[in-house]
């Protein structure tokens, strides 16, 4: 069996990190979307208790209200340091495209090299 060329490995590393670096994005659509769907729900519970607030001044619906702000706060705090920072992006997507194009240009002189 031949050894693998360090090209080769160094391709398959840089592979592996695009993957895992794929995977985090996904993970993070996914908890951002969640968040956001938290949020709408909050927003609407915390407008109702606001209503029922301003009808009825009990201590009970000024703390309700008081830990929906605090939710809804923190949640945006935590949607805010979720947001993609361009620059992760334009990494992923250039590894993307150089690496397609490796593959290409492979493609073509395996193509060539079988003619």
Not at 94 to 106: N, Y
């Amino acid at each position: 069996m031949s050894q693998p060329m360090p090209e080769d490995t160094e391709l398959d590393q840089a592979l592996l990190e695009l993957e895992r670096s794929l995977e985090q994005l996904q993970a993070r659509f996914l908890q951002v979307k969640q968040d956001r769907a938290e949020q709408r729900q909050l927003q609407q519970h915390l407008s109702q208790a606001e209503a029922a607030l301003k009808q009825e001044r009990s201590p009970a619906l000024r703390s309700e209200v008081a830990q929906l702000k605090q939710k809804l706060e923190e949640l945006e705090i935590a949607l805010e340091s979720q947001l993609l920072s361009w620059s992760w992006v334009r990494e992923v997507f250039w590894q993307a495209v150089r690496f397609g194009g490796i593959g290409i240009l492979i493609g073509w002189l395996l193509r060539a090299w079988a003619s």
